[in-house]
């Protein structure tokens, strides 16, 4: 309950106070939200498999949004950037179907 | 990164539960919460039970903090990702190389633009100064028209002028008269001159026709009337000097009066002849 008032709180205080992103982090911000939401997927899943453990969150959460990070810096020191982040997106985004997959199993039984 | 995450929830899950269930009994502990003492005792729960567990009683826990603290971040980071996508266009947060490429672009296309702008320009200040240019043209060249239709005799004329009258009963005037009074006129400064209706001109001839005088081939009765427009003051004495005209026609027993109206209309018109054989030859 506290982390999904958490969620909200974050989407309610970036609507609002309308915060400045250095440029420097700019480029990065899409592929580590989408990593985030990865790892949030990710979470959820486990937690409905009874497997939840806080630090397993915790360090995929950050590893998911560093590696991202990571991975679309180097492109853009390649030259492939804009190529390697749209690979990010797609393997997420195959990694979040697949987990919201298993939690609509959990919950609808079906 | 895609195979570090789901496997190690797996070997997790197997070593999970020992390290859930000293947790468990942690929660229930620093909630108080009177459902929970039945979780450790019923550990085959569905998901969605665990799902409504963990949504509903609010529990306070490190876990739970963290896990907040965590998605407060993501949630910021939706937030500001969703706000700069949507208000400040696709520019913010576009890749250097793509900004640049944009940046040339766009100079390409102002300079694209500013050319056609100048060639436009030029275009219609030469066609302003072409069409009053021929304006221009166009407005001498009625002037001149007018000018040389006054001395072709194809456009009537107006002006200040005399009205010579020859009256001659007694048949004695011949055309040899007539064409000397007329070139009295012309070296008077007569600018257009017509004789009983008929224009006359530069090609114009006196003839002697039967019982009177022809101009230009058309018979002409007496009384002989000229209407000449020109400097009154000039015309009227070189008739009246001694020896002129006007005493030579009075010897024929001819009576000559000149008045002077205010305005004189030279209205016969003669139709403008395209020469035969002479050309222009200054184009």
């Known amino acids: 309950m506290i982390a999904v008032l958490g969620l909200v709180a974050g989407v309610v205080v970036g609507l ?23 790892a949030v997927f990710g979470g959820l899943r486990a937690m409905l498999d009874g497997i939840f453990v ?51 199993r959990h919950v609808f039984r079906a | 990164m895609s195979t570090n995450d789901n496997p190690p929830e797996e070997p997790m899950g197997s070593e999970l539960p020992p390290h859930e ?11 108080g919460g009177g459902a929970q003492p039945e979780k450790p005792g019923a550990p085959a729960r569905s998901g969605r039970q665990r799902l409504v567990e963990a949504v509903w009683p609010p529990r306070v826990s490190r876990a739970q903090l963290i896990v907040a ?19 400040s266009s696709a520019l913010r947060g576009a890749r250097q190389e793509d900004l640049v490429r944009i940046l040339d672009e766009l100079d390409g296309r102002t300079k694209r633009l500013e050319d056609e702008k100048q060639r436009l320009e030029d275009q219609r200040k030469e066609l302003e100064s072409s069409s ?28 200040p002028g005399i009205v010579l009258k020859i009256t001659d009963p007694t048949g004695q005037v011949q055309s040899d008269q007539l064409l000397d009074t007329l070139q009295e006129l012309r070296a008077a400064g007569a600018e257009a001159i017509q004789v009983n209706g008929v224009r ?23 009384p002989y009337e000229f209407k000449v427009i020109g400097k009154p003051q000039d015309l009227e004495p070189a008739l009246n000097i001694p020896g002129g005209v006007v005493q030579t026609l009075e ?4 009576t000559v009066a000149v008045t ?11 139709a403008a002849k395209q020469p035969d054989y002479a050309r222009s030859s200054s184009s």
């Open chain 1, 16 to 38: 609002l106070v309308r915060p400045e992103v250095p440029a420097v982090v700019e480029p990065y911000l899409p592929i580590a939200v989408v990593a985030a939401l990865d």
């Open chain 1, 54 to 104: 806080d630090k397993v969150f915790v360090v995929s959460f950050l590893s998911n949004v560093v590696v991202a990070a990571l991975i679309v810096f180097l492109g853009d020191k390649l030259g492939v950037g804009s190529q390697l982040s749209t690979g990010v997106v797609v393997v997420l985004g195959i990694r979040i179907f697949s987990n919201a997959a298993a939690i609509r």
């Open chain 2, 21 to 31: 269930e000293p947790a468990r009994p942690a929660g229930p502990a620093a909630a």
């Open chain 2, 69 to 87: 603290l965590l998605l407060f971040v993501l949630g910021l980071g939706l937030a500001i990702q969703v706000r700069s996508n949507s208000d």
């Open chain 2, 132 to 159: 009053n240019q021929a304006e221009e043209a166009r407005r001498q060249t009625v002037e001149k028209e007018r000018q040389l239709g006054i001395l072709a005799g194809t456009v009537a004329a107006q002006g």
């Open chain 2, 200 to 222: 006359v001109v530069a090609s114009s001839f006196f003839s002697d026709e039967g019982g009177g005088i022809g101009i230009d081939g058309k018979k002409i009765t007496q």
């Open chain 2, 251 to 254: 010897k024929e027993q001819a």
């Open chain 2, 260 to 270: 002077r109206p205010a305005k004189i209309v030279v209205d016969a018109l003669r």
